[in-house]
């Protein structure tokens, strides 16, 4: 059986409330979505990449990063409908798996995105990853935590924690969610088709949609902890401090 072809997608937008104009903040002098870009291409996972925006200021940072860039909608609610406008044009119907690279994870570990694609072909509606995290990264509402199932699929994801440790002891695992989901072209219509959830909307985790109504969701798990996404400035100060500390690939 042939290899399936994998497109990348990245969502971004300037509207971001928590960090405005996010994907063209700076981060150790580089746009952020030009960082997103350069790692995702790295991955050797993907067989392209394309960026998919409402701004074309941010188109502009996507091609001079060496991606296309493809202009959408204003109106989507989530990335996860701005991947589907992409996977709708013709131009992009030649891929077996789709890709959605969130904006705001620049350092992405190369494993998630393959993981994700590897739970898509092993028969999981949606793959997605998460690694270890710490009780004191737990506690916090920015942190994406997932709970699994035994068989290793999702069986939830929460702002808060989970699993509660409710005795005060220890032995409950933490699991942080990256920001990358998998999906078949035809799983990602049929999520789109799907009326929001109680949970999605308290949570503001568009996840929540498609397992609330019974897709799954395979979780590739890696061994140690990654870089978490960028969302305040604080967030962004920590990244270009782990950057400017590890040495800075696009340095040279």
């Known amino acids: 059986m042939a290899a399936a072809r994998v497109l990348g997608v990245i969502p971004a937008r300037l509207g971001a409330e928590r960090l405005p104009g ?14 997103v870009v350069r790692n995702a291409l790295a991955s050797g996972v993907l067989d392209a990449v394309v960026v998919a925006t409402d ?17 959408t909608s ?14 709708s044009r013709e131009e992009f119907r030649g891929f077996d ?13 190369a494993e998630a995105i393959r993981g994700a694609v590897d739970k898509v072909v092993g028969g999981a ?8 995290l710490d009780g004191t990264g737990a506690v916090s509402p920015n942190v994406v935590k997932v709970v699994l199932r035994e068989d290793g699929l999702a069986l939830y994801f929460s702002r808060s924690l989970i699993p509660y440790p409710r005795d005060g002891g220890g032995g409950a695992i933490y699991w942080q ?3 990358v989901y998998a999906f078949r072209p035809a799983t990602l ?23 609330g109504h019974g897709m799954t969701i395979g979780v590739a798990r890696l061994a140690r902890p990654a870089q978490p996404g ?11 401090a782990y950057l400017l500390a590890r040495g800075d690939p696009e340095s040279a």
């Not at 996010?22 to 960082?35: F, M, N, S, V």
């Not at 219509?189 to 397992?211: D, F, G, I, N, Y």
């Not at 960028?230 to 270009?240: F, N, P, Q, V, Y």
């Open 189 to 211: 219509a049929h999520w789109m088709s799907l009326p929001p959830t109680a949970a999605e909307q308290s949570e503001k985790l568009e996840q929540l949609r498609p397992l």
């Open 125 to 132: 509606d949606i793959g997605t990853a998460a690694v270890p």
């Open 97 to 109: 798996v789709l890709v959605n690279v969130q904006g705001d994870e620049p350092f992405l570990p």
């Open 230 to 240: 960028i969302d305040t400035e604080e967030d962004l100060k920590r990244a270009e």
């Open 55 to 71: 701004a074309e200021e941010i188109l502009g940072a996507a091609e001079r990063a060496g991606c296309r860039g493809v202009l």
């Open 22 to 35: 996010k994907p063209l903040r700076l981060l150790a002098g580089k746009p952020l979505i030009e960082r």
């Open 177 to 179: 969610h990256l920001g």
């Open 74 to 87: 204003a109106t989507h609610e989530s990335g996860t409908s701005r991947v589907a406008e992409v996977a």
